[in-house]
């Protein structure tokens, strides 16, 4: 077995987790493949029975790693699936921040988690994701989110009207600081802070969400996620701010946005006995006396 490990820079209290990570590993005769830039970070504070290989992009995966491990929070494991892309490599996040919706294994559970994988005992969860296509082409080959594509006025002046349009009719024009597609996964990030649902993994929906709407009426909108949205952007402003998960772009004012669902999936892995709900209890503190 061979597995990919991915992270960026964190905090030095971290690197005793990260160091009992390696050691499992290769206790497990497991092989490991590290990503560059952060094996540059790690270098000299990290001891390694053997040099790991090294990836940096893409191209190196497919064929090569058996999984990916993410080390790092939630917005590590977004990055992480711009190296996986359609490779169908599952990846499992090992959470060294606070809440954690993807990256679902604790520090503290680090043994844990690569013993059951080696026993098998987990299963994949295929993940959905959204495309984003504009006639700038401003994402590149990674134009594909897992969490969300956000519309966003460019600095703090006046709103925007964002006019969304679903399989070509026109739902509303939003005006607001902004505009939020999610898929199920991105349900639980930005779109839950802007009061948007909770939409499990499997719905096969996306989830329309105004960002500090100036028309209180105005809630969010589920709908199926074989459904095209086109959005066009007006306001005082000449340009606008898109982000598609952790990434940004600046677009003109005339740009029409295409979004619809990515014609492939991200799987995640899943230890046994773990589920969305156990998840979101946990992760939101749900049925937990806060008086105690």
Not at 138 to 160: Q, S
Not at 171 to 185: F, K, Q
Not at 211 to 226: F, G, Q, W, Y
Request: glycine share 8%; aromatic share 10%; with cysteine.
């Amino acid at each position: 077995m061979k597995i990919a490990l991915f992270g960026k820079n964190f905090s030095e209290d971290r690197f005793y987790y990260f160091q009992q990570l390696v050691e499992t590993l290769e206790r497990n005769h497991i092989e490991m493949m590290v990503y560059q830039p952060f094996m540059d970070f790690i270098d000299g504070r990290i001891r390694f029975s053997d040099k790991p290989q090294v990836y940096s992009q893409y191209s190196e995966l497919p064929g090569a790693a058996d999984f990916m491990f993410s080390i790092g929070g939630d917005g590590t494991m977004l990055d992480a699936i711009t190296l996986i892309r359609d490779s169908g490599i599952p990846l499992m996040g090992i959470n060294l921040g606070r809440m954690g919706f993807l990256s679902s294994i604790s520090k503290e559970e680090i043994s844990q988690a690569v013993g059951a994988l080696i026993r098998g005992d987990y299963t994949l969860e295929k993940r959905s994701m959204l495309c984003v296509e504009t006639p700038e082409h401003l994402f590149g080959e990674i134009n594909y989110a897992l969490n969300e594509l956000t519309v966003n006025k460019k600095d703090t002046g006046a709103m925007i009207l964002v006019h969304v349009y679903v399989d070509g009719l026109l739902l509303n024009s939003y005006w607001a600081d902004g505009l939020i597609v999610a898929t199920p996964t991105g349900s639980t990030a930005y779109s839950l802070s802007c009061n948007g649902p909770i939409i499990t993994p499997d719905s096969e929906n996306f989830v329309i969400t105004p960002i500090a709407t100036h028309n209180l009426t105005v809630r969010p909108v589920v709908i199926p996620d074989k459904s095209i949205i086109k959005l066009k952007v007006e306001g005082r402003m000449t340009q606008y701010l898109v982000g598609l998960d952790s990434r940004t772009a600046i677009i003109d004012s005339d740009t029409e946005i295409v979004v619809k669902k990515e014609n492939f999936a991200i799987n995640l892995v899943q230890r046994a006995g773990d589920n969305f709900f156990t998840t979101i209890r946990q992760k939101l503190m749900w049925g937990r006396d806060v008086r105690n």
